[in-house]
Structure formats: structure tokens, C-alpha cells
């Protein structure tokens, strides 16, 4: 099986900073994807940012310039480095994994962690 632990959620005020991060445990080989959505109440998950295994990035257009995505792949870990943040980045921030091939090869995801920005 796969675990995906996310840390670093909490409340901040509106121009402050968060890091979040991501482990992923469990028998893998190899990650492509990995990337971080979030839901707000009442929306839908939307993705928020997303990393290659070759280091290339995505980035919603809400979130670009402020946010930043990395990965390290020998740690299995990914962390979204979160800055200026705005009252509408409130949400529950979700770790999202594909394995691409093996017993545990398609998506995974973690259980959210909340970030709420104070305005």
C-alpha cells in the first residue's frame, strides 16, 4: 500500500507564508507525477500545482508567482512552498501521486491538510 502523509497546514494571516509537504511510504519504485490540489467549501478539488519526475512544473493560474512546487525523488517527498497567501488559497490541500507501473501503479492521494488565511 501507499501512504501519503502531508504536514505544514495552519492558520496564517493574509501575506504570510506555508510550507507544506508530502511523504509518500510503501514499496515504490518510481513517482512521475506528483502535485497538490485543494477544495474550498462549496468548489470543486482543483489542482494547485504539479511536478515531473524530470522537474518540470504546472502551476495554476491563481497561484503563479506565489507558490512554488518541488520534489526530491530519492525521498519520495514533495512540498509546495506557499507565499503572499490570500484569504481565497483557504482550502484542504491534497497530495496527489501517480506510479506509473507495478503492484501499486496508478493515482494515490493523501487525506488534506487545512490551510485557512485570515484576512
Same mark, same amino acid.
Request: with cysteine; charged share 15%.
Given at each position: 500500500?501507499?501512504?501519503?502523509? *502531508?504536514? $505544514? #497546514? #495552519?492558520?496564517?494571516?493574509? #501575506? ?12 515504490? @519504485?518510481?513517482? =512521475?507525477?506528483?502535485?497538490? !490540489? ?5 468548489? &470543486?478539488? *482543483? ?6 519526475? $524530470?522537474?518540470?512544473?504546472? !502551476?495554476?493560474?491563481?497561484?503563479? #508567482?506565489? @507558490?512554488?512546487?518541488?520534489?526530491? =525523488? ?19 490541500? !491534497?497530495?496527489?501521486? =501517480?506510479?506509473? @507501473?507495478?503492484?501499486?501503479?496508478? *493515482?494515490?492521494?493523501?487525506? $488534506?491538510? &487545512? ?5
Amino acid at each position: 500500500q501507499v501512504q501519503l502523509v *502531508e504536514s $505544514g #497546514g #495552519g492558520l496564517v494571516q493574509a #501575506g504570510g507564508s506555508l510550507r507544506l509537504s508530502c511523504a509518500a511510504s510503501g514499496t515504490i @519504485f518510481s513517482i =512521475n507525477l506528483m502535485g497538490w !490540489y485543494r477544495q474550498a467549501p462549496g468548489k &470543486q478539488r *482543483e489542482l494547485v500545482a504539479a511536478i515531473t519526475s $524530470g522537474g518540470s512544473t504546472n !502551476y495554476a493560474d491563481s497561484v503563479k #508567482g506565489r @507558490f512554488t512546487i518541488s520534489r526530491d =525523488n530519492a525521498k519520495n517527498t514533495v512540498h509546495l512552498q506557499m507565499n503572499s497567501l490570500k484569504p481565497e488559497d483557504t482550502a484542504v490541500y !491534497y497530495c496527489n501521486i =501517480n506510479i506509473p @507501473f507495478g503492484n501499486l501503479k496508478g *493515482e494515490h492521494w493523501g487525506r $488534506g491538510t &487545512q490551510v485557512t488565511v485570515s484576512s
